[in-house]
Nanobody, 125 residues
């Protein structure tokens, strides 16, 4: 059964840090590139960060470069998003996503095969 379960969201302060985790089923995780998207109320879902199956290639949106780090543990079927130097504009619902490809191109093109349910991140100023 395909499954992505996010955790770690909540309230953070500007300048602070939060770490999101996404636990995946083997079917959803193995051999697949993974990503984090976010969506503000009334806005479109945007790609924040992505990581290839091997972990050797990553992608970051310009708005989070140097502040966020995506990583994965292939032995534990888990992907993480470490968010540092938080800003109020990082406030959004964050979604874990997977693509049935080991590479990033499908995710960079917005082609997602599996979605998590989302976790709210709110950053206060």
């Amino acid at each position: 059964q395909a499954q992505l379960v996010e955790s770690g969201g909540g309230l953070g302060q500007a300048g602070g840090s939060l770490r999101l985790s996404c636990a995946a089923s083997a079917r959803t995780f193995t051999g697949n590139a993974m990503a984090w998207f976010r969506q503000v109320r009334g806005g479109e879902r945007e790609l924040v960060a992505a990581i290839s199956w091997s972990g050797s290639t990553t992608y970051y949106a310009d708005s989070v470069k140097g502040r966020f780090t995506i990583s994965r543990d292939n032995a534990d079927n888990t992907v993480y998003l470490q968010m540092n130097t938080l800003k109020p504009e990082d406030t959004a619902v964050y979604y874990c996503a997977a693509s049935v490809s080991p590479l990033l191109e499908r995710l960079e093109g917005g082609l997602v095969d599996f979605w998590g349910q989302g976790t709210q991140v709110t950053v206060s100023s």
